[in-house]
Every structure is written in structure tokens, then in C-alpha cells.
């Protein structure tokens, strides 16, 4: 009989189906273990203003570098670690990292401020602590509060908990910037533009890329820029990958942007000598 029902209780899981599950428990336990051993890096992509070409600021982009599978990229962990809540160790991380490399770039920038954004996580915002440790990281770093500017998606916003909105409003009376990610894939309403205190909009790579064939997408991509110039708004463009994009968003005053067409996300040493050639 308890023969019988083992087998019963066996036949649940399909062999393809028992592959997935070991998978995602290995998968979970190698992260932890990369969360102890440090296992991330950061790589750095420019910022650009779009009339002069300047670097104006870098936006960190994490990577896992995993012992034995090389390279992660963030889209194949980030969701693992906001569902096992390892992304606020994670997110700590790439907070103090990019304040400090940022803070050190600052230093030999003589007077032309250079900002650093990073990517945050709702788990992260929903951590009562997060205006802490930001305000820790700067003050840490020394890199000045308006050199930060943090990037939260549309669902972070529209999925908000009340608590949500204080947060935001701590973080900003620090005197770091607010940005809205991947702006104009979410479902919801622009209401959030008045109610959350955003200060930068970044234009969706989907817009840009037919920017400059189809018709309705520069219609919208306009339609963007204006109004963040309307709500006094920095707009940012992602994912510029040729001339023609760059002419159409030049053209329609979109004032930066980022993307392969200027530079791919790149390490330490790669953007400290874009930053600062070797003369
Ligand atoms: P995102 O914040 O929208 O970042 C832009 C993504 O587009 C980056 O991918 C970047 O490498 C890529 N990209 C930039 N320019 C181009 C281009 O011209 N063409 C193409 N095809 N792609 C371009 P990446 O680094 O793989 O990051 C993917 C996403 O992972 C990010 O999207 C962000 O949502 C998330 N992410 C990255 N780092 C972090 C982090 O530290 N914390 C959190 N919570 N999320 C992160
Ligand atoms: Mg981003
Ligand atoms: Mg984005
Ligand atoms: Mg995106």
C-alpha cells in the first residue's frame, strides 16, 4: 500500500517537469551562495547629451558572474531574486558600488557633474529602511545627491503600496532624481506623473526602434517629449542603435539618450577611458 501511494505521489511530477524544479532550487541556491561570495559585477552604459554629444551621466546595469555558466544577464535573475527577496541584498550592492565608482569618476571631472542611475526593484521599495540606506550610500561614497538618480518601472508605480509614495518622497528630500523606466509599455494611465514626484522619463527602446520608419511611433515618441517638456521633465531615449534614430529624437528635442549607437553597457576600466582618454 504506502508502496502504491509513493508511486502515486511520484507520478506529480513528469521527469521534464522534475528537470524545471531541480533547475530552479539549484538555480536558487547558486544565487544565494553568489549573494555571499559576491558574485556581481556592474557594467557602466553612457548617457548622452543628444545636441553635443556629451557623456552627461551612466545608467549601472548588474551582471552575475556565475563560477561555472559565465555571465548572467539581469533579465535571467532578477526575477528569481525579487521572488526569494534576495534582490535587496543584491540591490544594496549595486547601490554602494555605483555611488562609489561614480563618486570616483566625479572627482576628476572638473566641474561638469556626472550622474549615476540605477534600477530598483517594488521589493526594494517596500523595505521600510530604503531612504536609510540610500542616504548611507551617498554619504558613504561622498557622491552628492543630485548625482543619483534611481530608475523604477511603470508597475512599480501602479501596483504601489500606500507606503510607496513616502518612500519616494524620503529618497527625494535627499535631493536624488527619480526616474520612470521603460516608459510607455505599462497599462495604466499617466496619473502617476502627478502623483509621484518623477523628475526624468525614459522613452521605451520599442519607440525608438521605429522612430524613423514607422509613422505612429514617431507620432508617440514626439508626443512623450512634449510632454515632459510640458511637465518640465528630462526625457531620455534607450536603445539608440543607428543615425537615423539619433536625427529623428535630435530633431524632436529629446534632450538625452543612451543606446549601442554611442557605446554597449561596459566595465570599469572600458568607461573610465571613455570617460577620461589616455592623452
Ligand atoms: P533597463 O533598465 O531598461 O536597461 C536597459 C537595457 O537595454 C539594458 O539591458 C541595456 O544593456 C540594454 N540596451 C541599452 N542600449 C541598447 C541598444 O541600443 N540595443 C539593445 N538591444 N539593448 C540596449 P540589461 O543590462 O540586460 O538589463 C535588462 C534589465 O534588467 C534592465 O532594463 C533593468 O530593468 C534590469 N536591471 C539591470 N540591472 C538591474 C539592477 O541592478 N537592479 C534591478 N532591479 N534591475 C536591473
Ligand atoms: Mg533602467
Ligand atoms: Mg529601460
Ligand atoms: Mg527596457
Redesign the pocket.
Known amino acids: 500500500q504506502a508502496k502504491k501511494q509513493g508511486k502515486d505521489r511520484y507520478e506529480i511530477f513528469e521527469p521534464a517537469m522534475q528537470a524545471v524544479f531541480q533547475a530552479g532550487l539549484q538555480m536558487e541556491a547558486d544565487l544565494r551562495r553568489a549573494v555571499v561570495r559576491h558574485e556581481f559585477e556592474?557594467?557602466y552604459?553612457p548617457i548622452v547629451h543628444l545636441k553635443t554629444g556629451e557623456i552627461t551621466g551612466l545608467?549601472?546595469?548588474?551582471?552575475w558572474q556565475h563560477p561555472e555558466r559565465g555571465i548572467i544577464?539581469?533579465?535571467d535573475f532578477?526575477p528569481l531574486?525579487?521572488e526569494t527577496g534576495m534582490?535587496v541584498p543584491?540591490?544594496e550592492w549595486?547601490l554602494r558600488e555605483a555611488c562609489r565608482q561614480a563618486a570616483r569618476w566625479n572627482e576628476r571631472r572638473d566641474g561638469k557633474p556626472l550622474s549615476v542611475s540605477?534600477?530598483?526593484?517594488a521589493v526594494?521599495l517596500e523595505q521600510a529602511d530604503l531612504p536609510e540606506v540610500v542616504a548611507s550610500a551617498l554619504s558613504n561614497s561622498g557622491l552628492p545627491a543630485t548625482s543619483l538618480v534611481i530608475?523604477l518601472?511603470e508597475s512599480l508605480l501602479v501596483d504601489h503600496r500606500p507606503s510607496t509614495l513616502r518612500q519616494l518622497e524620503q529618497i527625494k528630500s535627499l535631493g536624488v532624481r527619480l526616474a520612470i523606466?521603460?516608459f510607455g509599455t505599462g497599462y495604466s494611465s499617466l496619473a502617476y506623473l502627478r502623483r509621484f514626484p518623477i523628475d526624468i522619463i525614459?522613452i521605451?527602446?520599442s519607440f525608438v526602434d521605429d522612430v524613423g520608419d514607422v509613422p505612429a511611433a514617431a507620432a508617440l515618441t514626439l508626443g512623450i517629449i512634449q510632454l515632459g517638456q510640458a511637465l518640465h521633465l528630462s526625457t531620455i531615449a534607450?536603445?539608440?542603435?543607428d543615425a537615423e534614430q539619433l536625427s529623428e529624437l535630435t530633431d524632436g528635442n529629446c534632450e538625452l539618450g543612451?543606446?549601442?549607437?554611442f557605446a554597449?553597457?561596459l566595465n570599469d576600466v572600458d568607461m573610465g577611458e571613455l570617460l577620461f582618454p589616455p592623452s
Open positions: 556592474l557594467r552604459q545608467e549601472a546595469l548588474v551582471r544577464p539581469p533579465l532578477i531574486a525579487e534582490i543584491i540591490g549595486v540605477v534600477n530598483m526593484s526594494q530608475e518601472t523606466d521603460d525614459k521605451d527602446k534607450e536603445g539608440i542603435e543612451q543606446g549601442y549607437y554597449e553597457p
